[in-house]
């Protein structure tokens, strides 16, 4: 499952923080290295969520036209559309 871009800089700030308190090298350099690596997520979910909402947007305006070829529509087909 995808996480979003929020949740994600969430979780980047807490590695960060913990890298940052953590006493240990060890500890430093694994929060670390899971900040950057949240980091990196957080980028992909902002494209995919940009992307999502360029294709709901494309997905709405098609709808829009279908409706509207719709209503024009006659059932009768020797009258053709109506006006």
């Given at each position: 499952m995808a996480q979003s871009a929020a949740f994600c800089r969430i979780q980047q700030a807490l590695q960060r923080?913990?890298?940052v308190t953590a006493e240990l090298a060890n500890t430093r350099i694994v929060a670390t290295r899971a900040a950057d690596a949240w980091g990196r997520e957080a980028l992909l979910a902002e494209r995919l969520e940009t992307k999502r909402a360029v294709h709901l947007t494309l997905l709405q305006a098609n709808a829009s036209r279908q409706e509207e070829r719709d209503r024009q529509?006659?059932?009768n087909p020797d009258r053709g559309y109506t006006t």
């Open positions: 923080d913990r890298a529509f006659s059932e």
